[in-house]
T-cell receptor
Framework: GAVVSQHPSRVICKSGTSVKIECRSL??????MFWYRQFPKQSLMLMAT?????????EQGVEKDKFLINHASLTLSTLTVTSAHPEDSSFYIC????????????FGPGTRLTVL | KNEVEQSPQNLTAQEGEFITINCSYS?????LHWLQQHPGGGIVSLFM???GKKKHGRLIATINIQEKHSSLHITASHPRDSAVYIC????????????FGTGTRLAVRP
């Protein structure tokens, strides 16, 4: 199956710093990638839809100035958590749409962010 | 009421048992996904269904579009099947976005 990677897998940072998370589709091109957030024992919450070469579409309640998304190429999308605070600590997961015609979507392994 | 409901929320089984996890949805969909999330957090896509039935190894997924219902079956369950199983639907009108169920936490005891 198709492979989606995320980097880093874990990150610990101090409050006030910014953290960048990368999502890569390794063996296919993805015009659309999705960023999710997951709190402990809860389901995934869609944060934004990232389209290659255009601005991301954010879900209601998600601060676009805090969660910066860049989808500069067909294989890479980045999520930058700016001025991170402890309440931003969470598990962030990306997914990539391989083939819209076949509804195939592949998930990355996730990034666990801890803000001290 | 959530658009995607899963049952049961928690399930404990003995190794070897046949397991069924159910998913009901209330909206029109173009596809339904079954996902597996292990304690480490990574998500694996098990199946994508738009009709009928699919089988992969010990896993079987079925969907009934008219009844808006899907089931995931695990035959001869094993402790390594312990994970959270998530049903997610791609709505026909929402582009590519998925709507997720709350997940079923499965523990298989040896």
């Amino acid at each position: 199956g198709a492979v989606v990677s995320q980097h880093p897998s874990r990150v610990i940072c101090k409050s006030g710093t910014s953290v960048k998370i990368e999502c890569r589709s390794l063996d296919f091109q993805a015009t659309t990638m999705f960023w999710y957030r997951q709190f402990p024992k809860q389901s995934l919450m869609l944060m934004a839809t990232s389209n290659e070469g255009s601005k991301a579409t954010y879900e209601q309640g998600v601060e676009k100035d805090k969660f910066l998304i860049n989808h500069a190429s067909l294989t890479l999308s980045t999520l930058t958590v700016t001025s991170a605070h402890p309440e931003d600590s969470s598990f962030y997961i990306c997914s990539a749409d391989k083939d819209r015609a076949y509804n195939e979507q592949f998930f990355g392994p996730g990034t666990r962010l801890t803000v001290l | 009421k959530n658009e995607v409901e899963q049952s049961p929320q928690n399930l404990t089984a003995q190794e070897g048992e046949f397991i069924t996890i159910n998913c009901s949805y209330s909206v029109g969909i173009s596809a339904l996904h079954w996902l597996q999330q292990h304690p480490g957090g990574g998500i694996v896509s098990l199946f994508m269904l738009s009709s009928g039935k699919k089988k992969h190894g010990r896993l079987i997924a079925t969907i009934n579009i008219q009844e808006k219902h899907s089931s995931l079956h695990i035959t001869a369950s094993h402790p390594r099947d312990s994970a959270v199983y998530i049903c997610a639907v791609k709505r026909g009108s929402s582009g590519d976005k998925l709507t997720f169920g709350t997940g079923t936490r499965l523990a298989v005891r040896p």
